[in-house]
């Protein structure tokens, strides 16, 4: 009997989670007096006795405990203030993303770094190239075009001439305004970039370069090493081409091959298309905060505060970013380059799926499409405002027409009576005639 009465009352207990604590529970007649008390106990009470029927403390333990506090009529306690998470809450269970290793941890595992920026629409390689030259501070590694047709050099890839350290410093250079370092610390980064001002087309605010950027780890291992978290990375038998580079819980692996610069451009066109998509995010953000004000004259049924020329423009950045991430990138599909190189490829895909770019994508779509249906709702809105007010503007000449019309009219009628007038009285009598 007390086991049931045990069952029963946790059962009630379970299912007011979700009323207030300081509201009165109203139960039928047949109930006890003792049980409507015990239902009146604040929810930290009822949750130790659930807990204490739940985990292990035996029936009889609970029975005797809930017996002691109901029994002969229990107070009610007072009401405090709880956490919104107690013994009565549903668990978690959403899983909470690894928290990334700081910058000072890798180095100490022996990592180095790979910075990427996007600085501006589009640099002019060639000019650059020739700048790097006269600087004789940098040497020129490949110079190279990653369209199958080599129409032009879209990717300039140097290394410094001067190390200051065991490991080389590389920079890659992309055309569509992007810049990856290797191994460069804060005040060549800075520099470089200082220097990339002169070659920019359509360059970015600092602030935004900055803010978009990214970093990651990466570091060198032979063909036959096991990482740093103990994962086996290839037997030393097997030294094929797939165990040269690897990415890995966000860290890339290469080996330090004269010919590793492949692997290396296949890592930092990823991070380009990244901080690239971040760029056009950024631009779509501020896009959306311009024409909030819009949706606000919409819902309140006030007059459009944008003439036509202006959501002329407003349209043609849409549209125009919308070419740069479908048309004019690579961000819906892999690139040709890695058409024919299955292990690059698989690299590229890799990373690109670290930096979730599909996803990315496919909602800057979604957004640019609500977007475009905004600016032809209101682009459609302002003609029908500019069409009314040249009806309005051909009626009012027609109106004023009209009353010349009649003006002419009532003139002529008038000068048809003073001929009536005079042509009745052939003789008119003067004042002198008498």
Not at 53 to 76: H, I, P
Not at 269 to 293: F, H, P, V
Not at 394 to 423: C, K, P, T, W
Request: proline share 3%; hydrophobic share 40%.
């Amino acid at each position: 009997m007390i086991l049931a009465r045990v069952a029963l009352e946790a059962a009630l207990v379970r299912s007011l989670r979700a009323i207030p604590k300081t509201q009165t529970y109203k139960l039928p007649n047949n109930w006890s007096p003792g049980q409507v008390q015990w239902l009146q106990i604040n929810k930290r009470l009822a949750s130790s006795i659930i807990k204490e029927t739940t985990e292990g403390a035996g029936a009889e333990s609970a029975a005797k405990n809930l017996k002691s506090r109901v029994a002969g009529g229990v107070k009610t306690l007072p009401q405090v203030d709880e956490p919104l998470e107690t013994a009565m809450s549903p668990s978690r269970t959403r899983a909470l993303r690894k928290k990334r290793l700081a910058i000072d941890e890798l180095s100490a595992l022996g990592f180095l770094n790979t910075r990427g920026y996007t600085t501006a629409d589009e640099y002019n390689l060639e000019e650059l190239h020739a700048a790097l030259k006269q600087q004789n501070l940098y040497e020129t590694k490949r110079f190279f075009s990653t369209d199958n047709l080599g129409v032009e050099q879209n990717v300039l890839f140097v290394t410094a001439k001067y190390p200051t350290g065991e490991q080389p410093r590389e920079i890659f250079f992309f055309r569509e305004g992007s810049v990856v370092f290797w191994n460069c610390n804060d005040i060549e980064t800075n520099n470089v970039l200082n220097f990339l001002r002169n070659f920019e087309r359509e360059s970015y605010v600092s602030a935004l370069v900055h803010g978009e950027s990214e970093m990651m780890p990466y570091t060198y291992i032979s063909s036959t090493a096991v990482d740093v978290e103990g994962d086996l990375v290839a037997d030393s038998s097997d030294l094929n081409v797939a165990s040269r580079a690897f990415f890995q819980n966000g860290k890339f692996y290469v080996t330090p091959d004269s010919d590793n610069f492949l692997y290396k451009y296949t890592f930092s066109n990823a991070i380009a298309q990244s901080i690239k998509l971040g760029i056009w995010e950024a631009t779509l953000d501020r896009y959306i905060d311009s024409m909030e004000y819009l949706t606000e004259d919409l819902k309140r049924g006030r007059r459009l505060r944008i003439s036509r020329a202006a959501m002329l423009r407003k349209t043609g950045e849409l549209f125009a970013l919308r070419h740069s991430i479908n048309l004019s990138s690579d961000l819906l599909d892999a690139p040709d380059f890695y058409w024919d190189r299955e292990e690059l490829e698989g690299l590229y895909l890799q990373v690109c799926s670290y930096f979730s770019i599909s996803r990315r994508t496919k909602v800057m779509n979604e957004k640019i499409n609500h977007c475009v249906e905004l600016a032809e709702l209101v682009s459609h809105n302002l003609n029908d405002a500019h069409h009314i007010r040249l009806e309005w503007m051909i009626i009012i000449l027609i109106m004023v027409e009209v009353g010349f019309e009649i003006l002419h009219f009532a003139e002529g009628a008038l000068h048809h009576g003073d001929q009536v007038i005079h042509s009745a009285n052939p003789y008119p009598i003067s004042e002198n005639s008498a």
